[in-house]
T-cell receptor
Framework: AQKITQTQPGMFVQEKEAVTLDCTYD???????LFWYKQPSSGEMIFLIY??????QNATEGRYSLNFQKARKSANLVISASQLGDSAMYFC????????????FGAGTTVTVRA | DTGVSQDPRHKITKRGQNVTFRCDPI?????LYWYRQTLGQGPEFLTY????????KSRLLSDRFSAERPKGSFSTLEIQRTEQGDSAMYLC??????????????????FGAGSRLTVL
């Protein structure tokens, strides 16, 4: 069974600083997709970034980048120049195979941005 | 289109009562999903529709749960004879089959804000 592990239950970061959220995954498949979602207190899951297992370059979307280390099976999210509005829960998720309709989520990491 | 809508946002019910949640997906999306999220956990997959066909149901979806998408547009999730263990956030999501909605072609799910169920 596929498994997503997020080891950091909560993190504090100073405004304007960068923060890295850890995500490791467990699969023996070669084809998979990795996603990061943000869930503010309002409850809506907001898509941030995607990395396919065959992508050789790390994905970037604005202030978000994904540090994809395939051999280590890790897909860490880096948020640069943190803003107060970044305070939320962040979830790593995987689809297997790469374009499967079903996502498996980790337990999430709470990020609190301090002014 | 304003995204995925869910109703009600909050529902408090007594054990043994039936509840129904509604989801209105993004209009051009033919795929619809239900997930359940308990406190402190990530969402867990419940079921998936492509158009009006329910193509997969998780083993988490007991016989007390039923989901429908009668005309391939909105969907309902009904829970009969609710139990305290059903207390959770029920999230609906939608996506577009084929090319997906992301520039990479990934099947990116757009989620609603969820329906929070409290069973007393």
């Amino acid at each position: 069974a596929q498994k997503i592990t997020q080891t950091q239950p909560g993190m504090f970061v100073q405004e304007k600083e960068a923060v890295t959220l850890d995500c490791t995954y467990d699969t023996s498949d070669q084809s998979y997709g990795l996603f990061w979602y943000k869930q503010p207190s309002s409850g809506e899951m907001i898509f941030l970034i995607y990395q396919g297992s065959y992508d050789e370059q790390n994905a970037t979307e604005g202030r978000y980048s994904l540090n994809f280390q395939k051999a280590r099976k890790s897909a860490n999210l880096v948020i640069s120049a943190s803003q107060l509005g970044d305070s939320a829960m962040y979830f790593c998720a995987m689809s297997r195979p790469i374009n499967d309709y079903k996502l498996s989520f980790g337990a999430g990491t709470t990020v609190t941005v301090r002014a | 289109d304003t995204g995925v809508s869910q109703d009600p946002r909050h529902k408090i019910t007594k054990r043994g009562q039936n509840v129904t949640f509604r989801c209105d997906p993004i209009s051009e999306h033919n795929r619809l999903y239900w997930y359940r999220q308990t406190l402190g956990q990530g969402p867990e997959f419940l079921t998936y529709f492509q158009n009006e066909a329910q193509l997969e149901k998780s083993r988490l979806l007991s016989d007390r749960f039923s989901a429908e998408r009668p005309k391939g547009s909105f969907s309902t999730l009904e829970i009969q004879r609710t139990e305290q263990g059903d207390s959770a956030m029920y999230l609906c999501a939608s996506s577009s089959a084929g090319s997906g909605t992301h520039h990479s072609g990934a099947n990116v799910l757009t989620f609603g804000a969820g329906s929070r169920l409290t069973v007393l």
